[in-house]
Antibody, heavy 118, light 107 residues
């Protein structure tokens, strides 16, 4: 069983950056595929990007190219999502999710609320 | 990018009803599709993976079918705890894309 614990809520000014962490307890971190998904208030789920450490690959949705950076640290079993040039439209709950490479297992973090407000 | 069109966007149903939700992909995605349930204020929970495989621990009243471009999630007998929003997610190619969601409400 895998448990994901995300960092706490953040309040940011427009134009600043935010980094959200996602620490994994249990499982084999290097064998996961890690995704970041966000959900704006009252809206649906939006895939932002993901990283597969064992393959050394990172993918981003085109919408977030250049503004989001996803990394993973195997030593601390922690993934990070950094979003820059924040705007009010980036106010959302940000979720991390990890899946086994065979696709049969999947786990989610509890979500992190990021509020962008002047 | 692959577009996922989910229908209906909302539905009203009664406890015990059979409910069907559909997702259509803009191009073929084999069976690389998952279905998720999200209750208000909660974390999404995957119900189905690989289009038709039931996630461990998920009740058997949930089932998925389809391949290529047409997919269906069926709840055979709706229970009170099933009132939620459901999403499909294609995992065939990057970027991964969600359907717009189906809100299942109590009639």
């Amino acid at each position: 069983q895998v448990q994901l614990v995300q960092s706490g809520a953040e309040v940011k000014k427009p134009g600043s950056s935010v980094r959200v962490s996602c620490k994994a307890f249990g499982g084999t971190f290097s064998s996961f595929a890690i995704s970041w998904v966000r959900q704006a208030p009252g809206q649906g789920l939006e895939w932002m990007g993901g990283i597969t450490p064992v393959f050394g690959t990172t993918k981003y949705a085109q919408k977030f190219q250049g503004s989001v950076t996803i990394t993973a640290d195997g030593a601390t079993t922690t993934a990070y999502m950094e979003l820059s040039s924040l705007r009010s439209e980036d106010t959302a709950v940000y979720f991390c999710g990890v899946g086994s490479l065979d696709g049969t297992s999947e786990y989610w973090g509890q979500g992190t609320l990021v509020t962008v407000s002047s | 990018d692959i577009q996922m069109t989910q229908s209906p966007s909302s539905l009203s149903a009664s406890v015990g009803d059979r409910v069907t939700i559909t997702c259509r992909a803009s191009q073929g995605i084999r069976n690389d599709l998952g279905w998720y349930q999200q209750r208000p204020g909660k974390v999404p929970k995957r119900l189905i993976y690989a289009a038709s495989s039931l996630q461990s621990g998920v009740p058997s009243r949930f089932s998925g079918s389809g391949s290529g471009t047409e997919f269906t999630l069926t709840i055979s007998s709706l229970q009170p705890e099933d009132f939620a929003t459901y999403y499909c997610l294609q995992q065939n190619s990057y970027p991964l894309t969600f359907g717009g969601g189906t809100k299942v409400e109590i009639k």
